[in-house]
């Protein structure tokens, strides 16, 4: 009866894939579907080959945000290399979804994958590879969508990459968008790195809103410092 059951549910699937989920009770049964799955081989496969080939943006984000979950969780002790390379490729791919697609709605020009692209840096985060850094600075660098950027930064931070510190104070440094800088001040926060120090105190002294300034000081009582300050910005 089981395996009855999980054929109907791969064939719901496939068809979901091929012709999208069409109302809100389909994604809610899909989303209890990809909760139930164990934290395994087999079914962490399954959810790469969702986000991958499904042609519906909610069925990569759902497929995508479990992932997350089950890495969250310890899932890498419980796959093999290989499965573990493809749930790399497959967070890649999904943190450049739709870059090159633009669609028109109403005056103005749309990206449609940002979510997709956004729930892809949120689970790197858990996977917490360093490799895939230089892919979520690619990101706060270069994608047009504010929300990506702040994922992006966030994703950053989590993952404590020091290596990151310099993109995401030229970032800072450039983004006319409040939300952005906010969440770039929370990663230098978080990891904790002394070169931000001049950064977060030209936010604090400069055209800010309150809360990134309060935000930066935050992050300044979070820097380690190991060695006295090269600069202080006066």
Not at 32 to 49: A, H, M, R, T, V
Not at 67 to 80: H, P
Not at 137 to 156: E, F, G, H, N, W
Request: charged content about 30%.
């Amino acid at each position: 009866m089981k395996k009855i059951a999980l054929v109907l549910i791969v064939s719901f699937l496939v068809v979901g894939s091929i012709y999208g989920v069409h109302n809100y009770q389909e994604m809610k049964d899909l989303e209890k579907y990809f909760s139930s799955l164990p934290i395994n081989e087999s079914s962490i496969d399954e959810l790469c080959n969702a986000a991958m080939n499904s042609d519906d943006e909610r069925v990569k984000i759902l497929a995508i945000r479990r992932l997350g979950d089950m890495f969250e969780k310890g899932a890498k002790s419980s796959i093999s290399e290989k499965t573990y390379k493809k749930v790399i490729n497959t967070l890649i791919a999904g943190l450049e979804e739709g870059n090159d697609r633009i669609v028109r709605i109403g005056a103005r020009q749309v990206n449609p994958f940002w979510e997709v692209r956004s729930a892809s840096a949120d689970a790197l985060a858990k996977v917490k590879d360093p490799s895939t850094v230089p892919n979520l600075v690619k990101a706060l660098r270069y994608d047009q969508d504010p929300i990506v950027k702040r994922s992006a930064a966030l994703s950053l931070g989590k993952m404590k990459a020091k290596e990151a510190v310099p993109a995401l104070i030229d970032v800072l440094e450039t983004t006319p968008d409040q939300g952005v800088a906010a969440d770039i001040v929370r990663a230098l926060g978080e990891i904790g790195d002394r070169k931000a120090f001049g950064a977060l105190i030209k936010v604090i002294r400069g055209n800010f809103m309150p809360k990134v300034k309060e935000l930066a000081q935050e992050s300044l009582e979070k820097i380690q410092w190991t060695e006295e300050p090269e600069e202080i910005i006066r």
